[in-house]
């Protein structure tokens, strides 16, 4: 933080072009020092690995604990520097800078924030007021996150790890049900997390950037990046693809740009080929669908929104799976590889099906009882047809009705507290 | 309204709905706290929850069922039955370690309570002390049982959403839970020997962590397990299909280090040690099993106590457990090791793709 601070500092300084370093040096400077910090703890074991297997050598493995949110607060603190570098920052006091790296409720997993919209906030003197309209409000996201993230993601949660991690083979409808499962626990958690940073600092009157808009609303993947953990689509936007030059050097250029965005995304997220083909995928996506977009084709909004919200669950199968091979477990079940197993609830009715090679037994590789199968129905209809929490907070009333949702939401969160768990974004 | 008023109606509303939630789970009831009578279902649902544990254990009962998910199965108001006026909770774990399973057990003593315990073969492995998942659940664990503030339990969306359940089967007297679980004369699948290797992977090719590079627990972990356990108190091994048998044997000395873990055990202890390894008219037969003859079914949970407790209204096989004593460990282990030897082994493995038939005699 030290480091960043002053390293910000030169590159915002006037006469920094009189100094002996250009500030584009130190700007280079500055951003490898930072990647190199990123690369160590969270790479290095990755490039070991790669390295041993294409080299045959057998270096040991540095096994380092990776620092909570370190690729959160590195890309916050580089945007800085470019930020500082393109004169938009002026900041001299350390503690001002603290404040804005550390502010806590977005300190672990983002919203990934600019110091030219946080620093005006913690400065004004309004904001150093109680505010009960603030307070309620915050209270209420806060409770609409909380409610998501224990409540919702972590029921999900169990049945996305039996899938993913433990069962050996699944048969159609589990494998869909793990796939599912993953994509709804990966929303809820980490807009859930999301809304609880907001509603936090809403407390002290700050106001962070909006996250997630309903992104499996989405009817195309470039919409879907639009909703979806806006602040890094905004990060990897203006730090990465516009530097590569963007959409300005011919169509060629840009879907190769594009499509280094997404792998370099991709390699955000986690150190691993499975996240770098996760990447991989959306940015060939992107790249279809500009392409398909050019050439003019449209088609039913029905059907755009069916292939991309299944391009996208497909998608984060290799984003869950810990290896190839299970992804491949779960692609093979929703195709059927593995055969198809219906509840016993059914029998009576489809029970003609068994001559057809179907099963009837409970969904025990996943543990998923015949009831619960309606959480799939609840997450379907709440992210498609509900206002999400930032609409929401656009039209708050202090009213009972928002005090009856707050509190129902904040009573089944908190008591649903006792489980074990823990946000998917803290990993990446 | 304005702001300070509505953070006044949300306390309020807040601190109503969390006593409804501990009322509605207080009356209902659905684990059993207060009554085991028609809970089984729930029971049979519970999936390793370290704050009902800890009520459970506060609570005090006379006897706890202690064990893996094997245990899962059994009703505890089945023991109550031939232990009248007793109270018995059943805190399994789905999976349990040896380190886990002593702490509750080390407590249970504590409490003055007593317990019926499964010596689990795969929960003495304990190379599987260091995963990850299994040391945060152990953590979780531990530090319920530590806190004092127990009660607390009762508020707890997880069983609210139990006793709904538990009242609309009640109104509309349907047994949602049953499907979950295979109903006890029910085969899915035939138990295979093939079947078995898939599932736990005993060839110890690493990916299967509970059964790969089985090594038994410290003797000495063992011991203090033994010496503390009372004359009121019960270990079982509860049986598995014998196809298991043979693989135990064949497989990564299993065999040898869990008659070593028994025989440690029995030597110790001045518990009653229950035993229903080996073959017998039960574990041959399929259609008492679950899950590749992984999980006995409840009906034979039943036949288990009825031989613990000698129930004559209830015909258990003969050759259907054992009691095993310091003068008969050596002879009873012998014996099972002998019942494997002695099948025919060769009519099996020769399913196996790839295995030498010759090997499984190599002891």
């Not at chain 1, 656009?394 to 509190?407: I, P, Q, R, S, W």
Request: contains cysteine.
């Amino acid at each position: 933080m030290l480091f960043n601070f002053v390293v910000g500092n030169s590159l915002s300084k006037r006469d920094a072009s009189k100094k002996a370093f250009s500030k584009k040096s130190i700007l280079t400077f500055g951003i490898i020092a930072n990647l190199a910090l990123l690369g160590y703890f969270k790479y290095a074991d990755f490039f070991i690995t790669n390295f041993n297997l294409l080299s045959g050598a057998d270096a040991n493995l540095l096994k380092l604990v990776l620092p909570l949110a370190i690729s959160f607060f590195t890309f916050q603190q580089i945007a800085y520097l470019v930020d500082s570098y393109r004169g938009e920052t002026k900041e001299y006091d350390f503690l001002n800078y603290a404040l804005f790296v550390t502010f806590f409720p977005q300190l672990i997993a983002g919203p990934i924030v600019h110091h030219k919209e946080m620093m005006p906030q913690f400065a004004n003197a309004r904001n150093k007021v109680k505010n009960y309209r603030n307070i309620a409000l915050g209270l209420f996201i806060f409770s609409i996150g909380l409610f998501k993230k224990v409540v919702i993601a972590d029921t999900f949660a169990v049945w996305a790890t039996a899938g993913f991690d433990t069962a050996t083979t699944l048969n159609l409808f589990e494998a869909w049900a793990t796939s599912l499962s993953y994509t709804f626990q990966l929303y809820f958690d980490f807009s859930g997390y999301t809304d609880m940073a907001i509603g936090a600092a809403l407390l002290f009157n700050i106001k962070l950037p909006i996250n997630f808009n309903s992104p499996y609303k989405a009817t195309n993947i470039q919409d879907f990046w639009r909703r979806w953990h806006i602040t890094l689509s905004r990060f990897l936007c203006e730090y990465v693809y516009i530097p590569l030059g963007g959409n300005r050097k011919g169509e060629f250029r840009t879907y190769n740009n594009l499509l280094a965005t997404f792998i370099i995304g991709g390699l955000w997220h986690g150190a691993g080929w499975t996240f770098v083909f996760w990447g991989f995928l959306h940015g060939v996506a992107l790249v279809v669908h500009r392409a398909w977009s050019k050439l003019g084709f449209k088609i039913w909004t029905w059907l755009a929104w069916l292939i991309t919200f299944n391009f996208i669950n497909i998608a984060w199968v290799f984003f869950r799976a810990k290896e190839w091979g299970d992804a491949v477990k779960v692609l093979s079940g929703m195709v059927g590889m593995s055969g198809v197993q219906i509840h016993p609830i059914l029998q009576n009715k489809l029970s003609f099906l068994a001559t057809h090679g179907v099963i009837f037994a409970p969904y025990e590789a996943i543990q998923l009882p015949a009831l619960d199968t309606l959480w799939f129905v609840f997450a379907f209809i709440i992210v498609l047809f509900f206002k999400n929490s930032m609409q929401k907070r656009e039209v708050f009333k202090l009213d009972y009705k928002t005090a009856l949702f707050a509190a129902f939401c904040f009573v089944v969160g908190v008591l649903s507290l006792n489980k074990v768990s823990e946000f998917l974004y803290f990993n990446f | 309204m304005n702001g300070k008023e509505w953070l006044k109606v949300f306390a309020t509303l807040f601190l109503l709905g969390v006593l409804f939630v501990g009322w509605v789970n207080y009356v209902v009831d659905p684990y059993g706290l207060k009554s085991n009578e028609n809970k089984f279902d729930s029971d049979l649902m519970l999936m390793n929850k370290p704050n009902l544990t800890s009520l459970k254990i506060h609570l005090i009962a006379e006897y706890y069922l202690i064990g893996t998910s094997r245990v899962m199965r059994i009703n505890p108001n089945l023991i109550e039955k031939y232990l009248p006026q007793k109270k018995v909770y059943n805190i399994n774990i789905s999976g349990a370690t040896f380190k886990e399973n002593s702490m509750l057990a080390k407590k249970v003593l504590s409490n003055g309570s007593n317990f019926i315990y499964g010596f689990d073969a795969f929960s003495l492995n304990k190379n599987r002390l260091n995963e990850k998942e299994i040391v945060d659940r152990y953590m979780s664990y531990k530090s319920e049982l530590e806190n004092k503030s127990i009660y607390g339990n009762y508020l707890n969306i997880d069983t609210l959403s139990m006793s709904f359940k538990n009242l609309v089967k009640k109104i509309l007297n349907k047994n949602y839970n049953s499907y979950s679980f295979s109903e006890n004369n029910k085969i899915h699948d035939a138990v295979t020997i093939l079947g078995i290797e898939e599932h736990l992977d005993l060839s110890n090719k690493g990916t299967k962590k509970s059964s790969s590079n089985f090594e038994i627990v410290n003797n000495n972990e063992i011991i203090n397990l033994a010496k503390n356990a009372t004359k009121k108190d019960i270990f079982i091994i509860y049986p598995k299909h014998f196809y298991h048998y043979i693989l135990f044997q064949k497989y990564q000395n299993i065999e040898t280090k869990y008659f070593n873990a028994i025989k440690l055990l029995v030597q110790n202890t001045d518990a009653k040690v229950w035993c229903f390894y080996g073959k017998n008219e039960i574990t041959v037969n399929d259609g008492n099993f679950d899950e590749n003859g992984w999980h006995f079914k409840p009906k034979i949970a039943e036949l288990i106590f009825a031989k613990i407790f000698n129930d004559p209204t209830i015909e258990v096989p003969k050759d259907f457990g054992v009691l095993v004593t310091k003068e008969n460990i050596d002879e009873h282990l012998k014996n099972l090791r002998e019942q494997v030897q002695n099948y025919d082994l060769n009519k099996s493995l020769s399913l196996v793709p790839n295995v030498p038939v010759g090997n499984a005699y190599s002891e």
